[in-house]
């Protein structure tokens, strides 16, 4: 019984190995796998008969011409290439563009809300007295604020459009 074990082993790890003569054939396998294949094919004179076919192969092919992409094909590739780089670019120019304003657009609500309230109601303004009327003007003058961002963000756009458009 050990012994049709042992020939049952042999015959798998026959198997594995002739599984891997392709790859040393092309030079792929890591030194102990290459250690392997060259203790086996010493001894199996089938397995050393298969690598040298699979060398042949691979030398038949190293020798076929490799082949070219048309050049209509590759200009075409690479204006398409420099085309969707460009469109990229100009996605991130315009977010950009859109964090700029609206950064714009609270910095300027910031400085100019209480440079408003001092040059139309005086010192007074800006200690707080009026509360509830000066916070209903400062939510009108801050969405005066954001829709002018908006308007300068529609117009930049609109121009950065037509930019395009005759490119």
């Known amino acids: 019984m050990n012994s049709r074990m042992d020939s049952k082993k042999t015959a798998n790890e026959h198997d ?40 042949q192969v691979g030398a038949n092919l190293r020798r076929l011409p490799t082949p070219q992409a048309p050049a209509a094909l590759v200009s075409r590739t690479i204006l398409l290439a420099q085309t969707r780089l460009a469109e990229e670019s100009s996605r991130r120019t315009e977010r950009r563009m859109m964090v700029l304003i609206l950064v714009f657009s609270w910095a300027f609500v910031a400085v100019s809300w209480p440079l408003a309230q001092l040059f139309a109601h005086g010192w007074e303004s800006l200690l707080g007295f009026g509360f509830e009327q000066g916070w209903k003007n400062f939510v009108i003058f801050t969405a005066f604020c954001w829709m002018a961002g908006a308007a300068a963000a529609i117009l930049l756009a609109m121009r950065r459009s037509r930019q395009r458009r005759f490119a």
């Open 16 to 55: 594995q190995l002739r599984e891997l003569l392709s790859l040393a054939a092309a030079g792929v396998l890591d030194a102990s796998d290459e250690q392997r294949v060259a203790a086996h094919i010493g001894v199996c004179p089938e397995c050393a008969a298969s690598l040298n076919r699979w060398q």
